[in-house]
């Protein structure tokens, strides 16, 4: 029955997206909730965005950091030394894509969000509430790649235990 429900319900709400190109239209009383907070509303946002900024420039510095130091070094002296090294390669690949990803996906988000910042809000309610829910989808892709990367380090950090395993039963 619950599992019915679910359905139903999803059924109905994207039909309502699909209809309005929103899951719910604003209200008047939200318009004017907006309009009468809106310097509030954007300097919120402006935290926002510098609090991100700083997260991106820090995330992106250490994968940088990670890649060339750590994972691209490894691989190259596993090549060297003639050591199985696909799953480690496919690994740095992956990390490198979800890097790119990232930092395409960062862009993308902070422009909105800079579009955002500097909408009329007191005016154009509506549009900016539109805009707001755009630059909340945009942010969630971001955390998602941040997760992916995440993901993509653990894996690292598996395989290099498995090799320090190898390694130390060779030389026993």
């Known amino acids: 029955m ?4 679910l359905l139903v319900f999803c059924g ?9 190109g929103s899951v719910f239209a604003i209200s ?10 809106c310097t509030v509303i954007r300097e919120d946002l402006k935290k926002v965005q510098r609090s991100d900024a700083r997260a991106r420039v820090y995330l992106g510095g250490k994968y940088e950091l990670i890649l060339n130091k750590y994972v691209t ?4 002296r596993l090549v060297e ?9 496919e690994n740095q690949n992956t990390m490198a894509s979800n890097k790119m ?15 955002l910042v500097s909408m009329d809000c007191k005016n154009e309610s509506e ?3 539109k805009k707001l829910e755009e630059v909340r989808t945009k942010r969630k892709k971001v955390e998602q790649d941040v997760k992916e990367m995440r993901n993509s380090l653990t894996k690292f950090v598996e395989l290099v235990g498995k090799l320090k395993e190898t390694l130390n039963a060779k030389t026993k």
């Open 73 to 76: 070094p490894l691989n190259v």
């Open 127 to 129: 549009a900016f509430y």
């Open 28 to 37: 008047a009383e939200q318009k004017a909730m907006i309009a009468d907070n």
């Open 81 to 89: 030394n003639s050591l199985s090294s696909v799953s480690f390669i």
């Open 101 to 115: 990803k990232f930092a395409n996906d960062y862009v993308e988000y902070q422009q909105r969000l800079e579009e």
């Open 12 to 20: 109905v709400l994207c039909l309502l997206t699909c209809a309005t």
């Open 2 to 5: 619950l599992k019915r429900c």
